[in-house]
């Protein structure tokens, strides 16, 4: 009978896909898959997405990953999927996030006729914690929509997929597309300028999605949904009443509101979090209890079923894709004869251990902004669409220096490289 021997693992050097044991994939995406993975150490699951760097070469997407790794390292509140580790090796690029067990929204919508009023009110005080943090990191989400909130075991909803996410700028607005465009921003869809308030829309829009199972403004196409979001008044299904109180009705419009200087949470100088604390649909929330993550959800996923699509395991047994495995680096790499686009992930896709190192943020502080709505950064941007209905910009990134964001060197486009089926993803399950 034969036998192997691995090589030990240096836990005191930088982290490596060898200190992890790879467990079910369980989401994929266009260029990799997610999969559940054990610290060989410290015994703890995570969520590990992995991109391949052929693949995000050819969609010209590896501005995007940089931006991501860079913007995730910033973040960590109890309410958002949070980055614990970032590594390559020669063929991926790896990142080890909190690991949900509960499944996405999206998930959980499609299998209930609508989500109980007391359920999405939980869900979106906690959403809300963790947007106020976000805009305090001077960050938009900017794709906040029911598929990019996971639940934990215990029913807790955490934001994820910050692909498209952005540092925004206090001297002027943004105008680039991006996101989904059903839960776009009228500020958005209309190029004449936005800033963090589109967040609070989105969310508007998600809350009344899981409360009625459909969304307020649609259209087959883009121009149709444009003039939807832009010119439709708000309507609430004739049974609307029967499901959802007054007061939620009422946090409904606050939030779905086209004035962004009149939208809920959306007051000046930090102020918005105190009106979504004092609306009446809120009352019943105990907002210290939420900050510190000790309310009680009042709904728990069935953990004893998978809360994800069990085909993405079945691929990977037959072997439909290749199969990730522990790989040793080539040593000493010479960057001065690599392509541009593996030097520019070399250098600057780098390692990241929460165990070890402080979060920091690449971008520096700006000045106060111009009035939102009414004016244009001038810049033009063209943009694409995925199979889900994400926007991401084709154009430059002159936006992001703009912003404050020093430019990444060599690629600077954008590409749709998140074409993937939108129950997938960072959605995890043991």
Not at 30 to 35: D, E, I, P, Q, S
């Amino acid at each position: 009978m034969g036998c192997c021997f691995s090589e030990p693992v240096d836990f005191d050097g930088e982290v490596n896909l060898y200190h992890f044991d790879l467990h079910r994939a369980v989401g994929k995406g266009a260029f990799g898959k997610v999969r559940v993975v054990e610290h060989k150490r410290s015994k703890k699951l995570y969520a590990l997405k992995y991109i391949d760097k052929a693949r995000c070469i050819k969609q010209r997407a590896i501005a995007n990953i940089i931006q991501e790794r860079r913007l995730l390292e910033e973040i960590d509140h109890p309410f958002i999927v949070n980055l614990r580790y970032a590594f390559q090796d020669d063929e991926n690029c790896f990142f080890v996030s909190d690991l949900m067990l509960g499944g996405d929204l999206r998930f959980h919508l499609e299998r209930k006729a609508y989500i109980e009023e007391d359920v999405v009110r939980f869900w979106m005080a906690e959403l809300s914690s963790a947007l106020e943090y976000l805009h305090q990191q001077r960050i938009i989400h900017r794709d906040l929509k029911p598929d990019n909130i996971l639940l934990d075991s215990a029913g807790h909803a955490h934001i994820t997929d910050f692909n498209v996410a952005i540092h925004y700028s206090e001297r002027r607005l943004h105008s680039s597309i991006a996101g989904s465009m059903a839960y776009m921003a009228p500020q958005v869809v209309s190029r004449k300028g936005y800033s963090w308030q589109i967040d609070w829309w989105s969310l508007g829009i998600t809350a009344y999605e899981l409360l009625f199972h459909h969304r307020p403004f649609d259209g087959r196409t883009a121009e149709k949904m444009t003039q939807s979001i832009l010119k439709d008044p708000l309507k609430f299904p004739d049974n609307a009443s029967d499901r959802v109180s007054n007061e939620g009705i009422a946090a409904l419009r606050g939030l779905i509101e086209r004035d962004p200087s009149q939208r809920l949470g959306c007051r000046p100088n930090g102020q918005g979090i105190e009106d979504i604390h004092n609306h009446p649909w809120f009352r019943s929330i105990n907002w210290d209890e939420i900050e510190s993550k000790e309310g009680q959800p009042p709904f728990v996923p069935d953990m004893k079923q998978a809360n994800f699509d069990v085909s993405h395991e079945l691929d990977e047994f037959l072997m439909v894709e290749k199969p990730l495995t522990h790989s040793k680096r080539k040593v000493n790499p010479d960057l001065e004869k690599m392509k541009p686009e593996l030097r520019q992930l070399e250098e600057q896709f780098t390692h990241y251990d929460f165990s070890s190192s402080k979060r920091m943020s690449y971008y520096p502080h700006n000045q106060p902004i111009v009035a939102l709505g009414t004016e244009s950064d001038g810049t033009e941007r063209t943009f694409s669409q995925s199979v889900t209905g994400t926007l991401v910009p084709n154009g430059t990134m002159v936006e992001r220096s703009l912003a404050g964001s020093p430019p990444l060197d060599g690629e600077t486009t954008y590409q749709s490289y998140h074409q993937r089926n939108p129950t997938l993803d960072q959605r995890i399950a043991a």
